[in-house]
């Protein structure tokens, strides 16, 4: 299984698979991150894959101990059916 790495030059989170790329963007601002969009390619489509990027960013983002504003639409909804990372959301 391949892991999730934070590219930080392109502000983005990346899943690498069979040599297509997923990732999920964001911004920073002092203690939050902003998750704005998410892209699978269309060859990775239907296997999970989105979920395992998300998953593995927002793990990342609980270590590192700032909050989540979920713009992305993809992001949201992840959080919203894994109540487990509702304590992440900026309120």
Do not use: W
């Not at 990342?60 to 993809?74: H, M, T, Y």
């Amino acid at each position: 299984m391949m892991d999730v790495v934070n590219n930080k030059s392109q502000n983005r989170y990346e899943l690498t698979v069979d040599g297509h790329l997923a990732a999920t963007y964001y911004k920073v601002s002092d203690d939050v991150i902003t998750f704005i969009h998410t892209e699978v390619p269309p060859e990775l489509a239907g296997q999970g894959i989105g979920s395992r990027l998300v998953k593995g960013a927002l793990d990342q983002v609980r270590a590192d101990g700032i909050k989540v504003v979920a713009e992305c639409p993809f992001v949201k909804a992840y959080i919203e059916k894994h109540g487990e990372y509702a304590d992440l959301l900026k309120q």
